[in-house]
């Protein structure tokens, strides 16, 4: 898949977790309260698409799992070590900020006792909280989700050079790296799976923006309306996948030619105009970036 459908396919699962997230903390409780929901997003969405990093690097055409596209980064042990090392990124970005906020709380708690107004607060505490176990194996599992997403989708591509995935790396049999999928129920991308994602996430986010504004009100009524529209968003993703994953599982791709056509006469035929245009446009220039990327 391309990385605008590993993005739009992240964010639909972000959106999945953090509800997920809320459900089970039953909304009264603070236990999955620094779980932010900016947060989720941008580790759910680039752990989606980092697996793709190892077309930057080595040989994009080579089946060598160690410089070759479709390797080592597409293995539960590459997400793994991205989704490790993303997290931590993340945790020193939201430290370092922290420095910032932390330094004038810790001014006000000076003033304040010298009025003889005791303040608690932690200096270190608040600086390091984006490595307190719990909140960090959270985020960790976010981006495994967001990891294994990509794999799962790349697995029903075409073989190709690469012949599959490496998903067990370094695991050799008879001496050859242990690759699995290829199976060729889609091509390179699945354009009706990509507008069904994105209009599911515009609706999930909608939802959701409004559910933590109604949370802010604190009403009582507001508790109850919250959680049905959590799990609303929970219900719709899940349907929408499923869907998707029928359309992909029904999928037979022949060659690059065939593929387009048929691409193009279902967006011809079920999306409006104007997703027609725009998506015709995109494929085009997708496709030259793509083929100016491999001259170079």
């Not at 040989?59 to 539960?76: A, K, L, Q």
């Not at 011809?268 to 170079?296: G, H, L």
């Amino acid at each position: 898949m391309t990385p605008p459908e590993h993005f739009a396919i992240g964010f639909a699962l972000g959106n999945l977790a953090y509800s997920s997230f809320q459900l089970s903390k039953g909304i009264r409780e603070d236990k999955y309260k620094k779980i932010t929901y900016t947060k989720t997003i941008i580790i759910m969405t680039l752990s989606a698409m980092l697996p793709d990093i190892d077309s930057f690097f080595g040989h994009y055409t080579s089946n060598d799992p160690w410089v070759g596209h479709r390797g080592m980064t597409h293995s539960f042990i590459g997400i793994s070590v991205l989704g490790l090392g993303l997290v931590f990124l993340m945790g020193m970005l939201s430290s370092l900020f922290r420095i910032i906020t932390g330094y004038w709380r810790l001014l006000y708690k000076y003033f304040s006792k010298k009025e003889g107004i005791q303040i608690e607060f932690n200096f270190g505490k608040f600086i390091f909280y984006p490595f307190y176990y719990k909140t960090f194996l959270l985020y960790f599992l976010i981006a495994f989700i967001g990891g294994l997403s990509h794999l799962v989708c790349d697995l029903f591509q075409p073989p190709s050079v690469w012949g599959g995935l490496p998903l067990f790396f370094p695991l050799k049999v008879n001496g050859v790296y242990h690759r699995i999928g290829g199976f060729s129920t889609m091509g390179w991308y699945e354009l009706k799976v990509f507008w069904i994602t994105v209009g599911s996430v515009f609706i999930s986010t909608a939802i959701i923006l409004i559910v933590n504004f109604l949370k802010k009100l604190n009403f009582k009524l507001f508790k109850y309306l919250t959680i049905t529209l959590f799990i609303l968003v929970i219900l719709f993703h899940l349907t929408t996948f499923v869907w998707s994953a029928k359309i992909i599982l029904n999928g037979n791709y022949k060659d690059d030619f065939d593929w387009y056509k048929k691409q193009m006469s279902t967006i011809e035929k079920e999306m409006p105009t104007f997703v027609n245009n725009f998506t015709k446009k995109s494929v085009r220039i997708f496709s030259a970036i793509f083929k100016a990327s491999q001259k170079s």
